[in-house]
């Protein structure tokens, strides 16, 4: 069976933005107030390094995004 974990979820004000993994991929869903973004990536590198252009994003949430994303990627490393 093909399933999509929740790799991390970060909320602001500002919107959401979750990194579902599955094998072979990583599903960024970024939202906000009136926008929206869904994209599939090769590697959570790829998807962090795109969120990062999504022009809607504001910077607190980027940079909250990103934070929860290395704080996860080295709880996964550790375990």
Known sequence: MNVARHFSDTRTAQGRVRLLVSPGRVHLVAEGP????????????????FLALLPELGQELYEEAVNDLERRAQLDGAA
């Open 34 to 49: 009136g926008w929206s973004h869904a994209s599939t990536h090769a590697t959570l590198e790829d998807a962090a390094t």
